[in-house]
Every structure is written in C-alpha cells, then in structure tokens.
C-alpha cells in the first residue's frame, strides 16, 4: 500500500525564518506531487504540482522539489509571514488516473 | 468560472437517514472525486469518476453510492448514515489528459454530523 508520510504534524517558527516541510512516499513510481493549503474550515488550494519528470517548481516565496530516488518532496517556504499559517498537505498521484493519497499534513504557524 | 462547487455547506443527520451530497465544476473537466477527511486519518478516497459514465471505489467506499449525472455533476448517496459517517466531505475534479500536469482542484466542503 502507498504511503506518504508528513512529519512533524505542527511546526511553530518567528516571522521571518525560511523554513522547510517535508514529504517522503514508499512507492518511487509517482505519477505527480500535489502540495496543498487548508486554512481552518476551509477547502484545499493547490499550491505546486511536479510532474513526475521534473525536479522542482517555484511560485512566489514557494519552492517545491522532488527527489523520486530516495522518495522525498520538500516545499520551501521563504520569508514567512503569519499569512502562511495553515495546515500544508502533500499528496502523490501513482497513475494517470490521478487518485491521489494524501499525507495528514503539516500544521505550521508562524508567530508574529 | 466558479470552479468546484458543493452542497449543502453544512447538515446533521440523524442515524438512519438518508442524503445526497452534490457536487458540479464548471472547468469541463473529465474526471471528478468524493473524498473524507478526519482528524488523524487526514483524506480518503471514497469514490471516482475516471469520465462520464464510470464510476470506482476508492480507500472507503462502504456505505457509500455515487452518480455521475453528466460531465459536470457528480453526487454522493448515504443511504443510511451512521455516526461513523461524520466527517467533511471534500469533492475534487482534475481534466486528465495524457500528460502528468494533471492539478486536481477542490470544492469548499460539507460538513456532515450523523447523531
């Protein structure tokens, strides 16, 4: 069975600090990786999206890469501001069906 | 375009009864999603839609029907719910082409309690 994996489930850094959340999945054969936002009662917003043959996406002060050898995506998040807290969920398509599985998340806050 | 829509936003059920969540994106898009999210479970597949006119189980589909009514609709059906069925219920479609570049996009959610 797929697995993705999301540690540490929150994470509490100051304004300002560059940070990074992790992502790691059992099955090196993905199809994509999806990062998502979910602000408290709200949806999902997508965030990147990697295509199984790229290496990294950016947009704004987001940086999301892949490593599909050793099974791990990061998104890099510079400059924090308290805008950005919210819970960021990774989540790997493993065909071109586009199922995803998600990992549970990571909850970050970022204090003012 | 206003994307993935879902209603009701919120409903509480009594154990037993029955209702149909729905869903419809304007993005003629191909293939759509039923998903559940719970506090330490994160989210999980309940049915898909590959196109109009198929319809699959995914991680946790027991206790759960599905309709694809045409490309822009698709609904999900307890039909007798239980408390174990409380949950937020996220619905997502994505256009699937050949290509990998497949982004799927979410509605905003039902949030469902069964007493």
């Known amino acids: 069975k797929q697995e993705v994996t999301q540690i540490p489930a929150a994470l509490s850094v100051p304004e300002g600090e560059n940070l990074v959340l992790n992502c790691s999945f059992t099955?090196?054969?993905?199809?994509?990786l999806q990062w998502f936002r979910q602000d408290p009662g709200k949806g999902l917003t997508s965030l990147l999206l990697?295509?199984?043959?790229?290496r990294e996406q950016t947009s704004g002060r987001l940086n999301a890469s892949l490593d599909k050898s050793s099974g791990r995506s990061t998104l890099y998040i510079a400059a924090s501001q308290p805008g950005d807290s919210a819970t960021y969920l990774c989540?790997?398509?493993?065909?071109?069906?586009?199922?995803?599985?998600f990992g549970k998340g990571i909850t970050l806050s970022v204090r003012p | 375009n206003a994307g993935v829509t879902q209603t009701p936003k919120f409903q509480v059920l009594k154990t037993g009864q029955s209702m149909t969540l729905q869903c419809a994106q304007d993005?003629?898009?191909?293939?759509m999603y039923w998903y559940r999210q719970d506090p330490g479970m994160g989210l999980r597949l309940i049915y898909y839609?590959?196109?109009?006119?198929?319809?699959d189980k995914g991680e946790v589909p027991n206790g759960y029907n599905v309709s694809r009514l045409n490309k822009r609709e698709f609904s999900l059906r307890l039909e007798s719910a239980a408390p174990s069925q409380t949950s937020v219920y996220f619905c997502?479609?994505?256009?699937?082409?050949?290509?990998?570049?497949?982004?799927?996009?979410f509605g905003p959610g039902t949030r469902l309690t069964v007493l």
């Open positions: 989540a790997v398509s493993f065909g071109a069906n586009s199922k995803l599985t």
């Open positions: 099955d090196s054969a993905i199809y994509n």
């Open positions: 990697i295509q199984s043959s790229q």
């Open positions: 993005m003629n898009h191909n293939s």
């Open positions: 839609s590959a196109s109009e006119g198929t319809t």
């Open positions: 997502a479609s994505i256009r699937a082409t050949q290509s990998s570049y497949n982004e799927q996009f």
